[in-house]
């Protein structure tokens, strides 16, 4: 029977990559540590790209809408997570992302 220290990093790697569903890893300092292909294909970005950089970085609120407060509002919920190390729901946010270039 296999258990999960037999496992290797990348194979986990693989598996979290390949998961069918929107996912996003963050280090502590909000740098982006991991990323799903689900994801990335939602977002239209690419690993190499965006892997390392800070989430507010790769995904700034839209310079165009006045109104646009995803990044503060998520930038609360990772501070009250980070802070009192427990889940923090949030509404749903309107959060632009960028179209493919085709678009």
């Given amino acids: 029977m296999i258990n999960s220290t037999d496992l290797k990093h990348n194979e986990y790697r693989l598996i979290f990559e390949s998961l069918p569903g929107l996912y996003l890893i963050l280090f502590p300092d909000l740098r982006i540590a991991a990323v799903s292909d689900s994801y990335l294909k939602a977002t239209n970005t690419k690993r190499d790209e965006i ?10 609120d839209n310079p165009s809408d006045p109104n646009a407060d995803g990044v503060g509002n998520l930038y609360s919920s990772l501070l009250l997570v980070l802070k009192e190390k427990i889940p923090n729901t949030m509404a749903v946010q309107k959060y632009d992302v960028r179209r493919p270039e085709s678009e």
Avoid: K, M, Q, T
Wanted: net charge neutral; glycine share 20%.
């Fill in 51 to 60: 892997l390392g950089r800070g989430i507010f970085d790769v995904f700034p």
